[in-house]
């Protein structure tokens, strides 16, 4: 007996419908000249192709659409969007090198690690700390910032499982920042949120380590000590009258999720500040992209992939601006060539978000160091194309090295 087969469900669309992860059954043309041809839309670009060819309606079959999320695809729409500026204010232009400004902010780096370091042992011992250092520091990483903010982007690539506390809230800073002044946001405003995002996990001080740190998922009573450090956090600083309104809300908002499904408060939808939706993107993106005890990091890649795929949770302009912000291949990311080189991301391209500027100093087909050399992957010379992210361990090598040899020594 010959097994019955069901018949696919197709639905009949236009071109301008049509997007990535369609799988196409027919499709035809202005003429109505119906040209059979199955397959997936893999990108944007092949839209386009059909575009220009005069394609007008297609054939498509909704139940095998792909469910993955593109994040080239997601990119591909959001690369053209200009930040969002403030009318009569233009965005201000930098003319330092990374080279240049890399020195600054490694020290910068230090010496706010330093910071949170004493922080820590302040809080623990005396329950408080002096706001006026902090201010000093997140301002003068503003400053670095507004010269070249690829320096700090890059250093906070660079994570210790060991310091995740300290590095995690000096990471958030940065980014925050960087953020915040792609959308335009006044220098002040910025100097604001990048101190409260310096402070926003500041309760977690007071937790007890072996929670922090267990490597076995936390039981219920674990997580609600967990959840506490919020409440700990806006308790220490509440004495502190030099931290805007704005940080305040901010700090207390970063654990809330669009559905509810956040803490302290449950919040939901637009019941959650611009500045709780940004650092809750943030916040997610450096926990998902640094080492842990208790786990690894994923590529940046991937970690846009988890936030594009949660709309529920974040906003979703917010994230595709954040993306656009960061680049798909964030600047400090370590990138394995086609060629075989290694070699970390040392520019964004804003026209060509997929071809980076790429600082090479590896060459595993030869297994040896290679004189250094920028490279940008969107001129017709380097045939090289970015193959995938990788981990400095899968390769044995001393990134933090060569780090410093590229491009601070």
Do not use: W
């Not at 997936?40 to 993955?68: F, G, M, W």
């Not at 000096?170 to 925050?176: A, G």
């Not at 001393?398 to 601070?408: E, P, R, S």
């Amino acid at each position: 007996m010959s097994k019955i087969i069901p018949s696919e469900i197709t639905e009949t669309i236009s071109i301008d419908q049509l997007k990535p992860g369609m799988y196409v059954k027919s499709f035809s043309d202005n003429k109505n000249l119906k040209i059979k041809s199955e397959g997936y839309i893999s990108c944007h670009e092949s839209i386009t192709q059909l575009r220009n060819a005069d394609i007008v309606q297609l054939v498509i079959v909704p139940d095998k659409e792909k469910q993955t999320v593109n994040v080239v695809s997601a990119f591909a729409n959001i690369k053209t969007k200009q930040p969002l500026v403030p009318k009569n204010k233009s965005p201000e232009k930098t003319g330092i090198s990374l080279d240049s400004e890399m020195k600054k902010a490694n020290d910068l780096y230090k010496n706010a690690k330093l910071l949170q370091e004493k922080i820590i042992s302040q809080i623990r011992h005396e329950k408080s700390i002096k706001i006026t250092e902090v201010e000093e520091t997140t301002n003068a990483m503003v400053d670095s910032i507004f010269r070249n903010q690829d320096a700090l982007t890059c250093m906070s690539r660079f994570q210790s499982k060991d310091s995740y506390l300290v590095e995690h809230s000096l990471n958030v800073s940065i980014l925050m920042s960087v953020f915040a002044k792609h959308l335009g946001f006044d220098k002040r405003l910025i100097q604001e949120l990048a101190l409260g995002a310096f402070l926003h996990d500041i309760g977690k001080i007071l937790l007890p380590s072996d929670i922090l740190n267990k490597l076995r998922p936390l039981e219920p009573k674990e997580q609600n000590i967990i959840r506490s450090h919020v409440a700990l956090g806006l308790k220490i600083l509440e004495d502190s009258p030099s931290i805007s309104h704005s940080a305040m809300t901010m700090i207390q908002e970063h654990h809330e999720r669009l559905d509810g499904s956040g803490y302290p408060k449950q919040l939901k939808g637009d019941a959650i500040s611009k500045y709780g939706k940004m650092i809750a993107i943030i916040d997610s993106y450096d926990a998902m992209t640094c080492d842990r005890a208790y786990k690894k990091s994923i590529p940046p890649i991937n970690a846009f992939k988890t936030l594009i795929a949660a709309p529920e949770c974040y906003d979703e302009e917010l994230v595709e601006s954040f993306i656009q912000c960061m680049g798909v291949y964030p600047v400090g990311t370590l990138v394995k060539l086609n060629s075989g080189k290694l070699g970390l991301i040392s520019r964004l391209n804003k026209q060509k978000p997929l071809h980076p500027y790429v600082r090479v100093f590896y060459n595993i087909r030869l297994n040896q160091a290679i004189p250094i050399k920028e490279i940008n992957l969107s001129e017709s010379k380097y045939k090289d194309q970015i193959d995938c992210c990788i981990r400095p361990e899968e390769f044995n090598l001393n990134l933090l090295g060569f780090f410093k040899t590229a491009f601070i020594d």
